[in-house]
């Protein structure tokens, strides 16, 4: 891989541009595999929540929790969730969301393509270096007194 810049080059590069593209790259990169199995981001995040909960989740709580994920806001999630329950994705009883058959076999599919997404985005990058970028990355959010977190 050619990089943009040589070392001292590179030390002097800004990370608020590096973190933002990485972040526009990885992103878009993962939406569009996801939309080739017809869905959104936030979609499958409720179908993966879903998956490890076979009692089910409480609608609101659940759209609570995600909604800190790339900001997209407990409104956007509801919407999220109301288009999965409008395509028999997911069924709502007694208050709880749970998958459907179909949303069940779509999930793990979208599970396999997530499995692939991740070895394509670690391609070539030993886990130590990837630890470390990410232990940089909460360092300097820390710095700078920011919050990050996922779940």
């Keep these: ?4 810049h040589d ?22 990169y993962i939406r569009a595999r996801l939309a080739e199995v017809g869905l959104s981001q936030p979609q499958w995040w409720v179908l993966s929540q879903l998956a490890g909960s076979p009692g089910g989740r409480d609608r609101a709580e659940l759209a609570d929790f995600l909604q ?3 900001k997209v806001g ?5 919407d999220e969730i109301d288009t999965l329950l409008d395509r028999d994705l997911v069924t709502e009883e007694n208050g ?22 991740r070895a394509t985005i670690h391609a070539d990058i030993p886990d ?17 007194n920011g919050s990050a ?3």
């Design 1 to 4: 891989m050619d990089y943009s």
């Design 7 to 28: 070392d001292a080059g590179l030390v002097r590069q800004p990370i608020g541009y590096w973190a933002w593209a990485a972040q526009d790259a990885v992103v878009t």
């Design 68 to 70: 800190g994920y790339l």
């Design 74 to 78: 407990t409104l956007t999630m509801l």
């Design 96 to 117: 709880l969301l749970t998958l459907t058959p179909e949303g069940a076999e779509l999930q793990a599919r979208a599970a396999e393509r997530q499995t692939a997404v």
């Design 128 to 144: 130590e270096e990837y630890v470390r970028t990410l232990k940089t990355l909460q360092r300097m959010i820390h710095n700078v």
């Design 149 to 151: 977190w996922h779940h």
